[in-house]
């Protein structure tokens, strides 16, 4: 079935709006994906990626529910055009805020981490892409 402000095209996706749904849904993969790796291996994310302070694999799991419910959302608007304004909001929102966090935190991770530099810039990357993707996917003037 189709929503009703979807385009009425076979594919149900207009030609120019296929790189937006292409990037909605790689970003929405890497949020799912770090969340999948937080519940199946949730020791080993924080040795290569968290670790700043004592493992907490509660927490773990918290963390790894708000990025599956960021994933999710943005899988759905690649779908649905009337969420993504609002998914692609909120994904930049939490990501250029948990990069400046790491950029903050640049050298509070424990030894052999790679939660320093390299988190900080690729969180940005992320912030980079998820912010070009906002752009492209705000309303504009009729």
């Given at each position: 079935m189709q929503m009703p402000d979807e385009p009425n095209t076979p594919t149900g996706v207009k030609?120019?709006?296929?790189?937006i749904v292409a990037a909605t849904v790689?970003?929405?993969v890497v949020h799912l994906v770090t969340a999948i790796w937080m519940v199946v291996a949730p020791?080993?994310?924080f040795d290569t990626l968290a670790t700043f302070g004592v493992y907490n694999e509660h927490f773990q799991y918290d963390l790894a529910a708000f990025e599956a419910g960021i994933g999710l959302a943005l899988l759905a608007a690649a779908k649905?055009?009337?969420?993504?304004?609002g998914a692609v909001a909120t994904a930049f929102a939490v990501t250029?805020?948990?990069a400046v966090n790491h950029w903050f935190d640049i050298n509070a991770a424990n030894d052999g981490?790679?939660?320093d530099l390299f988190g900080a810039?690729?969180?940005?990357?992320?912030?980079?892409?998820?912010?070009w993707l906002l752009l492209?996917?705000?309303?504009?003037?009729?």
């Open positions: 030609r120019d709006d296929r790189l790689a970003i929405g020791r080993s994310f649905w055009t009337s969420l993504r304004v250029t805020f948990h981490s790679h939660a810039a690729s969180l940005t990357g992320l912030a980079i892409a998820t912010g492209a996917v705000r309303p504009t003037a009729a």
